[in-house]
């Protein structure tokens, strides 16, 4: 995992964030990671139908230039990848010339992924964006998602990845900052009115969000105290969805992947997607590093037969690639 440190909040966890990967690995030496339809000719079409494969990609190094582009397209098709998210935090705060150029690259990636039938999304947030001054940076990010969409280079969807419980404070703020995280998404849905934002809103929640195992407290909303996915359950507008970290290395049994979700693709007025883990992460049984990546074909499959969603995202590219072509 990757800290980011803001003012105020001490040390913070971005428990979405990857490790950054120094090491080089060539296109040619990555095994296929199979899914349910990429544009390389080499990948089975019903493995994880009807699920989408995707990774994040959190380095701007990866993309920010015509070379860095291509590589990344090619990367993407030999795993067999449906979709790449990239991180466009820096679109919160950046004006100017640096958000032109910002655009940009990000329409330029989007033109050389199309032409390579992979998709193209984004992910961005910070675990202070449900602060007040949070919604504004937020606000500027959905902004630069509808200019993108307007200029023709719309995203496939934007993740929102803003997580108070990794901050700090969590174990003693917990019924504060999930407020004040169910709020923020109240303000994005209705920005996302406002706007008549066409591009789809995925916010990412721990899968404990449900209540399961007692981490995530019982909130007070309009009479109703539930816990967060409930709330959020009956505050998201048509077109948003969750993406829920279920951190397993295995699909099935107690405790798995399918277990973690269950609760969550219950309910039907929200769309489910399926996180995954591939960062070396304590407990080991939380993510797929160093497992092959024939076992990650395989549970991947069984997620998709099991939970019929439609995507499943794996954070994120560097540890993907690990697990592609181990030293």
């Known amino acids: 995992m990757t800290g980011r440190a803001r003012p105020g ?3 913070v966890w971005l428990v979405m964030a990857g490790v950054v990967v120094v090491s080089v ?3 040619a ?3 296929a990671l199979v899914s349910g339809g990429s544009g390389s000719s080499g990948c089975p079409t019903d493995h994880t139908a009807p699920a989408r494969i995707a990774t994040y990609e959190w380095r701007e190094s990866a993309w920010r230039s015509a070379g860095a582009r291509q590589e990344l397209v090619r990367t993407a098709q030999q795993l067999c990848l449906d979709r790449l998210y990239v991180d466009i935090t820096a679109a919160a705060t950046a004006t100017g010339a640096a958000r032109e150029l910002l655009r940009s690259d990000v329409a330029a990636l989007v033109e ?3 032409e390579a039938s992979v998709e193209v999304g984004a992910v961005a947030g910070d675990p202070w964006w449900p602060s007040p001054q949070g919604h504004v940076d937020a606000s500027s990010v959905v902004a630069f998602v509808d200019e993108l969409h307007d200029r023709g280079a719309a995203l496939a969807s934007l993740h929102v990845d803003a ?3 990794g901050l700090e404070e969590w174990p003693t703020m917990k019924s504060e900052l999930t407020t004040a995280y169910l709020e923020f998404v109240e303000h994005l849905e209705a920005e996302r009115g406002r706007r008549e934002l066409e591009t789809p809103l995925v916010y ?4 404990w ?3 399961s195992n007692g981490e995530a407290p019982l909130i007070s909303v309009g009479g109703r105290s539930a816990h967060p996915f409930q709330h959020m359950t009956d505050g998201l507008r048509p077109g948003a969805a969750v993406a829920v970290m279920a951190y397993r290395n295995r699909a099935l049994g107690e405790g798995g992947i399918v277990d973690l979700v269950r609760q969550e693709l219950a309910q039907e007025k929200v769309p489910v997607i399926v ?3 591939t960062a070396p992460i304590d407990p080991p049984t939380a993510t797929f590093a160093g497992a092959s990546l024939e076992e990650l074909h395989e549970q991947l499959a069984v997620v998709a037969r099991q939970t019929g969603t439609t995507e499943i995202v794996i954070n994120d590219l560097p540890n993907l690639l690990r697990i592609a072509a181990p030293a």
């Open 204 to 207: 990412l929640i721990p899968y």
């Open 112 to 114: 050389t992924a199309r």
């Open 29 to 31: 030496s990555v095994g």
């Open 25 to 27: 690995v060539t296109v």
């Open 9 to 11: 909040h001490g040390r």
């Open 275 to 277: 996180g995954v883990e």
């Open 163 to 165: 997580e108070p419980w």
């Open 209 to 211: 969000f449900d209540g």
